[in-house]
């Protein structure tokens, strides 16, 4: 079993028909989390066309959750796909990362500024 499929109903803080979330346990910001397959599948291009359908309903969901404990400025959302990626937990699950003002000197670029730019990794 993994990690995901062994967490009990009372570290679960919302549920859809395929969708559950948990806070992260390793938090990157406050209110950071996790929406998690209930099916065990590794990653998002195993998705049925009714899982990826629920997606955005469950991001809606654990917004909602976030927002009124934490108030954030804005989000990072992302999923990380194979162990390249930075992947390690075998087990579908996307990052809900509240940000807020201040959290970084300049978040511009977002998630762009976790790899070095495409040049430095592949030069010509």
């Not at 948990?22 to 209930?38: C, E, N, S």
Request: aromatic share 8%; hydrophobic share 35%; proline share 7%.
């Amino acid at each position: 079993m993994c990690n995901f499929c062994e967490l009990t109903e009372k570290e679960k803080v919302l549920s859809t028909e395929y969708f559950f979330a948990i806070l992260d346990r390793a938090p990157v910001t406050k209110g950071h989390a996790l929406i998690i397959l209930k099916d065990h599948k590794e990653t998002p291009f195993l998705l049925t066309e009714a899982e990826w359908r629920e997606v955005p309903i469950a991001l809606e969901k654990i917004k909602e959750y976030i927002e009124k404990s934490c108030n954030p400025d804005g989000y990072n959302i992302g999923i990380n796909s194979g162990k390249a990626a930075g992947q390690t937990v075998p087990h579908l699950h996307i990052h809900v990362i509240p940000r807020y003002k201040g959290d970084m000197e300049n978040p511009r670029g977002g998630v762009r500024n976790l790899m070095k730019p495409l040049e430095e990794l592949w030069p010509e």
